[in-house]
């Protein structure tokens, strides 16, 4: 399995799209926070972010262990510019759904990429402890460290 390179993390995970101190009120806020992430970062536009607020009303973006990994719906994949994502680490939790999440990981991809991201970041997350690793960053070295042997290359 190849593991995604330090250069393509950082090319995905721009040091400006990390927050480890944020704040949301609820979950539309996160998301829109994480969103904002993405925008600045030339990643999406902005109707993307609209995008992932109806994607969490239909299905819930909630994985588990206090994360959850927000997306658009495909039918804006239009408004992905290029392949990105974007880390907002809650001060303090928030519900989403009946659970409570601490960690937002905002994800946009085009194609098929789209799926082998977010499948691969979901696995990693869980299963061998990135989220854990991810709560306690508290730097975004720390950040780029706690995923880089986690997300393989798609």
């Known amino acids: 399995m190849n593991r995604l390179t330090p250069d393509r993390l950082r090319d995905?995970?721009?040091?400006?799209?990390?927050?480890?101190d944020g704040s949301a009120t609820n979950?539309?806020?996160?998301?829109?926070?994480?969103?904002?992430?993405l925008v600045a970062a030339g990643r999406v536009g902005p109707e993307y972010v609209e995008a992932m607020i109806e994607r969490e009303a239909a299905v819930s973006t909630f994985v588990g262990d206090g994360v959850a990994l927000p997306?658009?719906?495909?039918?804006?994949?239009?408004?992905?510019?290029?392949?990105?994502?974007?880390?907002?680490?809650?001060?303090?939790?928030?519900?989403?759904?009946?659970?409570r999440v601490?960690?937002?990981?905002?994800?946009?991809a085009r194609g098929r990429g789209y799926i082998a991201l977010l499948g691969q970041l979901a696995s990693a997350l869980l299963e061998i402890?990135?989220?854990?690793a991810l709560s306690g960053a508290k730097t975004t070295e720390e950040v780029?460290?706690?995923?880089g042997g986690v997300i393989d290359s798609a």
């Open 144 to 147: 780029y460290a706690a995923l």
């Open 129 to 132: 402890g990135g989220a854990e």
């Open 102 to 108: 601490s960690l937002v990981i905002g994800i946009a």
């Open 12 to 20: 995905l995970l721009p040091a400006s799209s990390i927050v480890l």
């Open 71 to 99: 997306h658009g719906t495909s039918a804006v994949k239009v408004a992905v510019v290029a392949d990105g994502l974007a880390v907002l680490r809650l001060a303090e939790a928030i519900d989403w759904g009946g659970e």
């Open 27 to 37: 979950q539309e806020d996160a998301i829109r926070h994480v969103g904002a992430l």
